[in-house]
């Protein structure tokens, strides 16, 4: 069996799975969803500070939610056979361990970029199009910044596809796998501002904190090179997942 076939048939399992397709379902139900919603609110936010006001990044304000959905999606690509037990038919079909995890990866990546960016263009394209109609200052696709915001926010959501495939390999748990998560994405982050002042400023380097700036168009004094930190926390997803590697060939299923 090559790579090739391998690819295949993790994507066959995976279009295969219903779950798949509602979570990709609630992703852009929701994603949008938020978008709608904090765009009919703008009018208040704008006038409070419009110096700062940032109609691309208020329009993709949907990550903050988006990255736990997609996240399920990358958990389950892993730990939705080993819930059922056909990882080891899984492995039986494919005994070299680094392929199988090899092409699960590939086909999570590959369906994060695709969904992620394809709901960060509906959203900023929805989001502008409903402050166009409030009469509020809006960004238009060619503006400076706003397609480096919108494919970096895709490509943010690919890289938390990535670390919850990771986790789910080395959890083997969907629960255990999509808590780990949540606390790096949500839980260290929130708890920051609970620490002395000379360890907080080790949180400005906090993966998900400086990667998220990459959806704004206004510089943030706080993360002033977003490409840097998202290269950073890509960094680190792959520190994950090459552990993740390691563990999966050593150990039994």
Known sequence: M??????????????????????????????LGITA????????TYAEDPQAWDPTNRSLTSYIVAQLIIGVLGILVVTSEHATG?????????????????AKVVV???VAVVAGQALMFGAF???QTVL???????ARFGDPGVLSAVTGGGLYLAAIALLAAGLGTLMRATAGALATLVGIVFLVPALAGLFPSWLRELFFYWPTLGASAILKTVPDPDFPHPWLNLAGMCAGVAVVLAVAFAVFRRRDV
Not at 86 to 102: D, K, N, V
Request: aromatic share 8%; net charge positive; glycine share 6%.
């Open 37 to 44: 919603l904090a765009m009919n609110s703008a009018a208040k």
């Open 132 to 138: 166009a109609a409030q009469d509020l200052p809006h």
């Open 2 to 31: 090559t790579f090739a076939h391998s690819v295949h048939a993790e994507w066959i399992k995976l279009r295969s799975l219903r779950s798949t397709w509602y979570t990709l379902v609630c992703l852009f139900g929701v994603g």
């Open 125 to 127: 394209f929805l989001g």
């Open 86 to 102: 056909l990882m080891q038919t899984s492995l039986i079909a494919t005994p070299r361990r680094h392929r199988l995890l090899a």
């Open 108 to 110: 999570a990546v590959g």
